[in-house]
Structures are given as structure tokens and as C-alpha cells.
T-cell receptor, first 117, second 110 residues
């Protein structure tokens, strides 16, 4: 149980376009999901907390208008990178909290590798 | 501010025991977690300590000392498949948000 999927796994886009990444909890409901980005051989940097039915909470330094988050249901959160630029190229990972599981155990999706040309 | 420190790299041989330390300075503390991540993969949960002491889960154990703001992950009977990055993460508040350390790359050799 507690499986999280992400789609797409890889995406290549042109500079200036927008890219949507989906994060789904497949066998549990998640009122809270998190979005991270990770550069090669570096740590996971929390971008924002996605709350079902309400606005996302962004970490300091993360542009809300550039990284749009929508948590429309208890099993789906989306991250849209708007007007993407090469510096947005990174590994984006989502996680979901299973309310019935171990406190503080986040289940991570497999990640989406974004390359902006 | 929030900071977590852990060694950047550790090397060991198969069958050995390795300890990965983590010290933290955070505005709040509700618990320390450990995650494993293989190259190109997703982080997977290993353990969580909210109280002082040792938690054992098979070959992996995790320890916490809240008074020292310190914890460690102990990996026993190392196997080649244990080669990965290991992250400590602090839950700074009464919610599920995590702050991750920079990660320790463990290389296990024959």
C-alpha cells in the first residue's frame, strides 16, 4: 500500500512553455502533499505544501506565480511550471502523507525529470 | 534558521557496519527521519525517532539524542545494494513538513 505515482517521468520542453506534472496517491487519500526539487547529487529542497481544497503554502524564495500548485482532490496534486527556463531544469519529486501510517512518513513519487531547452 | 549536517560521503566493505551521523539546528523539533535514495530513484522511508533512544528495524537502526540535537543511522551487515544516498530529515513543527539534510553517499565495496 501507500503508492504515489507521478506523470510524466521525463519531459523535455522549449524555453517559455509551461509544463504540468501530476502527483497521485494510488491507494490512499492524502490531504497533504509536498513538492520538492532536487539538483544532481544534492538534497531535496521543499518547494511547497499542497493542501486539498485550499491554497498551497510556498517556501521562502519559491515564486508562487511560476510554480502553480493545484490540489483538486484527495488523490491528486499538480505542479505547473509556467514559462519554463533552462534554470528550471531539475528533478521534481512529490510526496504524500498517509494519515493512517507512521507519523511523519512521507511516501514519495518516482520523480519527474524536467529538461528545458 | 534550520540546518542539518551529515557527512557527504562514506565508504565501507560488504558485511561491515556503518554509522551515519546527523546533527541539527532547527526552530522546532518533533522528530528525526531517515530516508534512502538510489540514483535516479525516489526517497524511501527507513525510520523515524521522536523520542531519545534506539529504534531497530532489521539491519538498520536509528538513534536520537534530543538534548544533543544529534542522531545517527546504523547500517549492519552491509550489502552492495545498500550503496545509495541517505538523508536525515527533521520535522520542525506539529505538521508533516520535513527539512532534509544534504545527504550522505554510501559506497559499499566487495
Amino acid at each position: 500500500g501507500a503508492v504515489v505515482s507521478q506523470h510524466p517521468s521525463r519531459v523535455i520542453c522549449k524555453s517559455g512553455t509551461s509544463v504540468k506534472i501530476e502527483c497521485r496517491s494510488l491507494d490512499f487519500q492524502a490531504t497533504t502533499m509536498f513538492w520538492y526539487r532536487q539538483f544532481p547529487k544534492q538534497s531535496l529542497m521543499l518547494m511547497a505544501t499542497s493542501n486539498e481544497g485550499s491554497k498551497a503554502t510556498y517556501e521562502q524564495g519559491v515564486e508562487k506565480d511560476k510554480f502553480l500548485i493545484n490540489h483538486a482532490s484527495l488523490t491528486l496534486s499538480t505542479l505547473t511550471v509556467t514559462s519554463a527556463h533552462p534554470e528550471d531544469s531539475s528533478f521534481y519529486i512529490c510526496s504524500a502523507v498517509w494519515a493512517s501510517g507512521i507519523v511523519n512518513e512521507q511516501f514519495f513519487g518516482p520523480g519527474t525529470r524536467l529538461t528545458v531547452l | 534558521g534550520q540546518s542539518l549536517e551529515q557527512p557527504s560521503e562514506v565508504t565501507a566493505v560488504e558485511g561491515a557496519i556503518v554509522q551515519i551521523n546527523c546533527t541539527y539546528q532547527t526552530s522546532g523539533f518533533y522528530g528525526l527521519s531517515w530516508y534512502q535514495q538510489h540514483d535516479g530513484g525516489a526517497p524511501t522511508f527507513l525510520s523515524y525517532n521522536a523520542l531519545d533512544g534506539l529504534e531497530e528495524t532489521g539491519r538498520f537502526s536509528s538513534f536520537l539524542s534530543r538534548s544533543d540535537s544529534y542522531g545517527y543511522l546504523l547500517l549492519q551487515e552491509l550489502q552492495m545494494k545498500d550503496s545509495a544516498s541517505y538523508f536525515c530529515a527533521v520535522r520542525p513543527g506539529g505538521y508533516n513538513k520535513l527539512i532534509f539534510g544534504a545527504g550522505t553517499r554510501l559506497a559499499v565495496h566487495p
